[in-house]
């Protein structure tokens, strides 16, 4: 059976004007699907314009040329079905965890009750029950991020957008939420674009992995991680042990070495 | 003693330290000021002693309806303010939120800052005359664009990730200005009134020194005429508690406003 991919990038290209009648282009002729219900990985050297393309999907720049098309519609400018995760954090101090969680539906004007409902199971979702009523000031690093994916989550988007969500976490801290976001995948069927430069990040979470070259950025190639043919895998360490990952982890460090002799 | 110094540089005092060194300078402070005013170093008639000026404090709220005084400055210190504020508040916010509002104000705004607001002291006085609208407009005056001027810089600071995320949660534009950018610019508002609140009083003593028959500085000037020098350290005294006061009431109104700023881990 064929179906329409969720999200449809089409030779999107993005010029940025600079001062003094300069302008850079960040990147060019870039076209890819996201399938409903898979884990798309945008990876690629610094600067090669991946933050760029999740922006333009999310609606927060608009491309130069090109189009991006959500369920066959043409997107424009930001909107509560395309949620977006940044790396900086980006809880709002003055409300409490619950609060957080229920601010998008708040304002998009879902009911009291389920949005309590809603709020509770997200926050339950991603292990912040504890912690429901704190504020977050008083959280770690990993458990904001947590707010922040419950938050967008909660809000029912169809596409989960991540700019490098854990680059700002330990490494141990960084593990666990990878893990976590496959179970939110396994559990909710929520479709994901996630920008990482981490290799091992990108095949962990992968069904499918773009690669992208830098100045300017462009698709190198698309990878499908396809010695994970049982599925996608809940522990990290079962992924190492699998034959086939060294083989690819070492083709994707290949790509990079080329990037980074090419400037 | 292991060869620690008094002074290390960036080493830490401990609490007990920390408080005799804070009362020891006060004590050092009275005992110079006693002593040169009772050994007759100084001209007992410019510089009362410390008994004499508490004396005169006394005298002042006992007797000669200083409170009044006290009262009117407080008044004219909290209208001015408070109508600063309004026009502060709501304008800076805009400013710092749309930089279309910003392109016309900023301008503006910041060339007033540069003109210092005593020197409307005259124009305000014909314009107004000698009741409470000049007193009020100078103290509006040299608050009002400083306080903008922070309130529009302190939201140009919020964080455009929070913005974003607002945006792509769902946010109109009233939503991402009253439910995002507010109440995450709100502590430092707090903080620049607390500022400006500290400043109003400075122009509030030139207001009443200049142009004032009523209030601490109209007071003040009274007593010049008749040499009581005490009346007049009284006076400062009083404006110095009374800043004092309300920047310690500002402090706390933070602390209750913002529970969630001292939370921390
Ligand atoms: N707002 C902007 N203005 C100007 N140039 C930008 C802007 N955003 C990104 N760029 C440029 O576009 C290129 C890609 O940036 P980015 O998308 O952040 O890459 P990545 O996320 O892969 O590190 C870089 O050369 C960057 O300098
Ligand atoms: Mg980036």
Redesign the interface.
Same mark, same amino acid.
């Given at each position: 059976m064929i179906t329409d991919p969720l999200l449809k990038v089409e030779n999107v290209s993005k010029r940025f004007e600079l001062r003094k009648g300069t302008s850079i282009t960040a990147v060019e002729d870039i076209s890819f699907d996201v399938a409903k219900g898979t884990i798309c990985v945008l990876l690629g050297p610094s600067g090669s314009g991946k933050s760029t393309i999740l922006r333009m999907v999310? /609606?927060?720049e608009t491309q130069t040329t090109g189009d991006i098309y959500l369920n066959r519609t043409s997107i424009d400018g930001? /909107? %509560?079905n %395309? $949620?977006?995760v940044?790396q900086?954090y980006?809880s709002?101090?003055?409300l409490s965890v619950r609060r957080n969680v229920e601010? $998008?539906m708040k304002? &998009?004007g879902v009911a009291q009750r389920e949005r309590s409902e809603r709020a509770t199971h997200f926050i339950e979702l991603v292990g912040l029950s504890k912690f429901i009523d704190a504020?977050? =000031?008083?959280? =770690?690093g990993g458990m904001r991020q947590r707010v922040?994916i419950a %938050?967008?989550l909660a &809000?029912a988007p169809d596409i989960l957008?991540m700019d490098e969500p854990f680059g700002a976490l330990d490494a141990e801290t960084r593990w666990q939420m990878q893990e976590l976001m496959i179970d939110i995948a396994e559990a909710s069927g929520t479709t994901m674009i996630i920008v990482t430069h981490d290799i091992e990040e990108a095949i962990f979470l992968a069904d499918k992995i773009v690669f992208l070259s830098s100045h300017p950025g462009r698709i190198k190639e698309e990878i499908i991680p396809d010695f994970k043919s049982a599925g996608r895998l809940k522990n990290k360490e079962d992924l190492l042990a699998l034959p086939g990952y060294g083989e690819l982890e070492r083709k994707i460090m290949r790509l990079m070495r080329e990037e980074g002799h090419k400037s | 003693m292991g060869g620690k110094r008094w002074f290390e540089v960036r080493s830490p005092v401990s609490p007990r330290r920390a408080i005799l060194s804070s009362v020891g300078i006060w004590v050092a402070f009275f005992a110079v000021w006693i002593i040169a005013s009772s050994a007759g170093w100084v001209n007992p008639l410019l510089v009362p002693t410390p008994a004499k000026v508490f004396q005169a404090t006394y005298t002042l709220f006992a007797e000669q309806g200083f409170s009044t005084d006290v009262l009117i400055s407080i008044g004219r210190v909290l209208a001015s303010f408070a109508l600063a504020c309004m026009v502060a508040v709501p304008l800076g916010v805009a400013m710092g939120a749309f930089p279309a509002i910003d392109a016309i104000f900023a301008p503006f705004v910041s060339a007033w800052r540069y003109l210092p607001a005593p020197s409307f002291i005259p124009i305000l006085l014909m314009w107004f005359g000698t009741g409470e609208a000049p007193k009020l407009a100078l103290l509006f005056l040299g608050v009002i664009f400083f306080l903008i001027t922070l309130i529009a810089d302190h939201t140009k600071e919020v964080r455009k990730e929070l913005i974003e995320t607002a945006l792509t949660l769902g946010a109109n534009r009233t939503v991402t200005v009253f439910g995002v950018i507010l109440p995450a610019v709100l502590p430092n508002i707090v903080i620049a009134m607390r500022q400006m609140l500290a400043m109003s009083w400075t122009y509030l003593v030139i207001a009443e020194i200049v142009a004032s028959t009523t209030g601490i500085g109209a007071m003040m000037m009274r007593a010049r005429r008749f040499l009581h020098t005490d009346e007049i350290l009284a006076g400062i005294i009083v404006i110095g508690v009374l800043g004092l006061v309300f920047d310690v009431l500002f402090g706390v109104l933070h602390r209750r406003l913002f529970p969630y700023l001292e939370r921390q881990r």
């Open positions: 999310a /609606g927060l930001p /909107g %509560r %395309r $949620g977006m940044f900086a980006t709002f101090d003055w601010f $998008g304002i &998009n504020y977050p =000031s008083q959280l =770690s922040a %938050r967008t &809000n957008l | -």
